[in-house]
């Protein structure tokens, strides 16, 4: 890419989107108000690529938020999409594709027995909770600091990037009635975690957790944190909750509960299932599950869930990602990613840390460790806004915020992580 990066029509499409949109936006973060400037606006996407609508071409370390793990637009997704389309988009009645993702939901991941296909993540969650409460007749839930499980008004507490972008401590509009059964600790945590149960006997349904936190940035499990959580909710008679909608099929084809040998009682999914549609799903113990409608007494429906579009292109993904070597592939671009990315910060003397596992991957500016959403909000955000425009200047997609995890793909090359390192250099030679 040739500086200065020409964005005229990005420009103008962002600025009439502003009177048509709230913030010219459908989701908040895309509106790079925690890193300032104007976001670009896309024209298209290709493996791990996006074109601007000035023609612009980007390496993209977003995906889609996660869903394009096998690149954008694979020709297996697309071509077995455009088949499904000859079908029909929508039946809103039984379709055998249901069962043919479900089963490869089954089979994959550890904790889950049965499973239900929503719309979003943050419908998937929404139902989780019902459910949790539902089954163990309690309501209070405990939730960790910076973990996101999507926009419900009982999650919407201390609840992450997008909330943390806005410096919104919780949103308006939440009923105080609604966040008071929501407990929430520290990250890595667990005597805080023990320290709610202790205060609140009999009451707690179940602690619901990013095994993997995504949504403060990058922060991994200490040692025995996710243990420790399996047998305190057990010892309470509590429900254990795993939240892997962004983990899900990205940090290993069973998820972190695979990874990290784990397993919860329910498990919510979204992102990669989708294959870039949308989908979310939750699932988990048989008993418990059979709690839903129409098996049971728990309400929860959907008009276009299960549709025959979302389905396909989620069981193809799910196909790209059972070749040999998939994992292997991802973790080792991104290791060559991070560590690449924490040698330069060294050597321009930034303060910074972070990590991958698998194809995600953070960066903070701040000497850390990081093992919380208090430890990430000590990096240096002013500098974080600067390197992000400098890397999109220079042709690098990153997320527009630092309480954001970066995604790589199948499609990335060794060629796309050298250039982007590159473009890190230059950057962080001159902040
Ligand atoms: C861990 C986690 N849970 C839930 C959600 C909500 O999913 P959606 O945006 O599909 O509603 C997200 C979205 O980023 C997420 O990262």
């Known amino acids: 890419m040739t500086l200065p990066l020409i964005t005229t029509k990005s420009e103008e499409i962002f600025a009439a989107a502003q009177k048509l949109m709230p913030g010219g936006v459908n989701s908040p973060v895309r509106a790079f108000k925690s890193v300032g400037g104007q976001p670009i606006v896309f024209d298209r996407v290709k493996g791990a690529y996006v074109w601007d609508v000035d023609g612009n071409q980007y390496i993209d370390y977003v995906g889609s938020w996660g869903p394009a793990i096998c690149g954008h637009t694979h020709p297996d997704v697309i071509n077995a999409l455009k088949d499904a389309l000859d079908k ?32 979003s993540g943050t419908e998937a969650c929404l139902s989780v909770l019902r459910l949790m409460r539902a089954f163990t007749g309690r309501d209070k839930l405990i939730k960790f600091e910076g973990c996101y499980h999507g926009h419900g008004d009982m999650f919407l507490v201390k609840a992450g990037s997008g909330v943390a972008t806005l410096g919104l401590p919780d949103s308006p509009g939440v009923p105080k009635s609604v966040t008071s059964s929501t407990l929430t600790a520290p990250y890595n945590d667990l005597e805080a975690v023990k320290q709610l ?32 959580l399996r ?20 940090i290993a084809y069973g998820g972190v509960q695979e990874k990290f040998g784990v397993t919860p009682d329910l498990t919510t999914l979204g992102k990669v299932i989708g294959g870039g549609l949308p989908v979310g799903a939750y699932g988990g113990r048989r008993d418990i599950m059979s709690m839903v409608a129409p098996a049971g007494p728990m309400y929860q429906a959907g008009t276009l869930s299960g549709n025959p579009l979302a389905m396909t292109a989620g069981i193809k993904t799910l196909e790209l990602l059972q070749k040999p070597g ?60 600067r390197f992000h425009r400098g890397m999109l200047e220079r042709g690098i997609y990153l997320a527009p915020s630092q309480f954001e995890a970066g995604f ?24």
């Open 231 to 250: 047998v305190l909710t057990k010892e309470n008679g509590a429900l254990l909750v795993f939240d892997e909608v962004m983990t899900g099929f990205r």
């Open 408 to 431: 790589t793909s199948l499609a990335h090359t060794d060629e796309d992580i050298e250039k982007t390192l590159a473009a890190a250099r230059e950057v962080m030679s001159s902040l």
């Open 326 to 385: 998939t994992y292997e592939y991802l973790d080792k671009i991104t290791k060559k990613l991070s560590e690449g990315l924490l040698k330069i910060a060294k050597e321009t003397g930034h303060a910074a840390c972070g990590g991958q596992i698998s194809g995600m991957f953070g960066l903070f500016f701040t000497q850390g460790p990081v093992h919380n959403y208090e430890d990430a909000k000590k990096s240096d955000l002013a500098k974080f806004s």
């Open 197 to 228: 149960f202790a205060e609140n006997p009999g009451e707690i349904a179940g602690v619901i957790l990013e095994p993997i936190v995504g949504n403060a940035g990058f922060i991994p499990p200490d040692a025995g944190f996710l243990e420790g």
């Open 88 to 119: 029909g988009t929508s039946f809103g009645a039984p379709c055998v594709l249901e069962n043919v993702l479900a089963e490869m939901v089954i089979d994959a991941v550890p904790s889950i027995e049965m499973v239900r296909f929503v719309n």
